[in-house]
């Protein structure tokens, strides 16, 4: 455990990150503002103790950490504070950053609405909607006042954030705990439980399940662990602490026998725990966390094994994934789920063309030593609208390119595509006698999402070359709900033109929701599992795809490109 009179890391982010939305309100020049926010994020997703890194000169070493932040992290250490912070925060009015928060508004626009109105915090806020003030600035108009006053209703009088936390970031923690736990001498087990272990998009804490020969040795590894930022309370079945991310971890150390039951009990979810005891209560059993007592006889049964516990109860064992109560119960056979070994292919990703960090061979190389056999290149399109599009003649080049590469290299079949912006017209932003040449296109929303997304992805699916609509919802885990969208209208659509819905792996998307994943399954459209990918290493994004995947009831049969490509080729539209 890190010092008690340190900050936890992400304590130490949450200051970069306000130093960076204040600075942005100052006006300052863009890089000063990114440069905090990549900090922020280095800070945030360090496993370990940066105060502990300041202190030894090593803080640099995390990336996006420089001289200057160094600077600044190391006055916080010695004197409590930021000074520049501290000066921004006696500039700024505080509610100004707190609107901030709300989706859609962000620093610029909070700025526009503090010098035009005065408008310095969510009151006044709710005031100058009511006089209907907003809708009089550029940029904004009456239905931007709608989306304002619902977003302060949600959130109420607390604008602090969101409070639960991305999986990818909370198994990054979560599973470096448990690993170090399991090296303790006497431990038998140890494993993560909760949403973590059902794979939920975020979750609020993490529950890990142990047991061992030695409970206190365990529990004082548990404190003394440098992932640990304080522990607030425990006693001799265990522990409460925050991990140095601002993750709540509560470790439970039980006897042998009981393992399989407090498993079970605390993977959850409450949900289909309470399905499990309702249909036990049936059959004369009461389901806990501490057994399953039987009314004929009166006795209560302990199981070391998870899967024991649901054998007892006459059901198989339902894989964590599943257990949302949405017709688990009722399985005779659980599915074979998709694993991320079934995929055969990865048909979205970028490379230097357009945002990516690596070319179209480094791209392909990667994914061959990941074990894929094609690849599809799709870099942004002619009117992404972020700086980094791709014209109609360099994506000519980018043809040739990507056809070069895959006659080169043996093992992997790399294909030419595209991820085309569809507008807010509907129409693609290349020609038809451009895209036919490619070999997958993706489209995809990345403009003006309040501009009738349904109607536009509809005319998408509609395309006779599109064949994937890409990251469907355009949701981001806690930064933007996604677009207003029908999903019935648009899995009407992609069923009745054949049309492919993506689940994005980005671990900062998930999208399609599992749930919009289930009833698109559930209408006979195939799913594409893809990366995202705008780097080497982000290839691995498929990992959360497959997770998301799983936790929609999907076999390898209802994902397209578990298939070989020349099968697969023969599903896009007309057989192309």
């Known amino acids: 455990m890190a010092d008690a009179k340190d900050p936890s890391n992400a304590a130490i982010a949450d200051l970069l990150d306000e130093l960076g939305d204040l600075y942005e309100l100052d006006g300052a020049v863009v890089h000063r503002v990114l440069a905090y926010r990549n900090g922020a994020k280095a800070v945030r997703e360090a496993p370990r103790a940066v105060a502990a890194m300041v202190r030894a000169g090593t803080v640099t070493e995390l990336p996006g950490i420089g001289a200057t932040l160094e600077e600044k992290l ?270 055969r292919g990865d048909l979205h990703m970028h490379t230097t063309a357009s945002d990516g960090t690596a070319s179209v061979r480094e791209m392909a190389l990667a994914a061959r030593d990941r074990g894929l056999e094609y690849v599809a290149i799709t870099d942004h399109s002619a009117s992404h609208g972020f700086g980094n599009a791709v014209s109609a003649d360099r994506l000519r080049e980018l043809i040739a390119e990507v056809r070069a590469v895959d006659d080169e290299l043996d093992g992997i079949t790399v294909l030419a595509g595209s991820e085309v912006n569809i507008g807010t017209d509907g129409a693609l932003d290349y020609p038809d006698e451009l895209l036919v040449e490619l070999d997958w296109v993706v489209a995809s929303v990345h403009t003006a999402f309040t501009s009738d997304p349904t109607r536009r992805i509809v005319a998408a699916c509609e395309h006779p070359l599109v064949d994937v609509i890409g990251h469907p919802t355009g949701r981001k885990l806690g930064q933007r709900t996604g677009y207003e969208l029908d999903l019935d209208r648009v899995v009407e659509a992609a069923r009745g033109s054949g049309t492919f819905l993506e689940i994005n792996g980005s671990p900062a998307r998930r999208d399609l929701h599992d749930v919009h994943a289930r009833a698109a399954r559930d209408a006979g459209v195939l799913l594409c599992i893809d990366s995202d990918a705008h780097r080497t290493e982000t290839l691995e994004n498929t990992l959360w795809g497959v997770m998301t995947a799983r936790r929609a009831w999907l076999t390898a049969q209802d994902v397209a490109n578990t298939r070989p490509w020349p099968e697969l080729r023969a599903l896009r539209k007309g057989g192309r």
């Open 74 to 343: 190391q006055a916080l250490l010695t004197t409590g504070s930021i000074p520049a912070l501290e000066k921004l925060r006696g500039k700024l009015p505080a509610g100004l950053l707190q609107i901030t928060r709300l989706p859609g508004l962000g620093p610029k626009r909070a700025r526009k609405l503090h010098d035009a109105l005065g408008v310095d915090g969510p009151v006044a806020l709710r005031d100058a909607i009511a006089a209907h003030r907003v809708r009089e600035l550029p940029g904004f108009g009456a239905k931007s006042e709608e989306r304002l006053l619902a977003a302060l209703d949600a959130a109420g009088d607390d604008l602090a954030g969101p409070e639960r936390h991305r999986l990818d970031r909370a198994l990054q923690v979560g599973e470096a705990l448990v690993a170090a736990l399991r090296e303790v001498p006497g431990v038998d087990r140890v494993e993560l439980a909760g949403s973590a272990r059902r794979r939920a998009d975020t979750v609020k804490d993490l529950d890990v399940i142990a047991t061992a020969e030695d409970p206190a040795a365990l529990l004082a590894a548990f404190r003394s662990s440098d992932l640990i930022a304080d522990v607030e309370r425990g006693g001799e079945a265990g522990a409460h602490g925050t991990t140095q991310t601002g993750i709540g971890v509560d470790l439970r150390v039980v006897a042998p026998d009981q393992f399989g039951n407090l498993l079970q009990h605390f993977t959850g979810s409450k949900a289909h725990n309470v399905a499990i005891r309702e249909a036990a209560v049936k059959r004369g059993l009461h389901v806990s966390e501490y057994g399953i007592l039987d009314d004929a006889t009166g006795e209560s049964e302990r199981f070391a094994r998870e899967e024991d516990v649901y054998a007892r109860l006459g059901l198989p064992w339902i894989p964590p994934e599943l257990r949302e109560d949405r017709g688990e119960l009722r399985l005779t056979e659980v599915p074979r789920l998709v694993e991320p070994g079934d995929l």
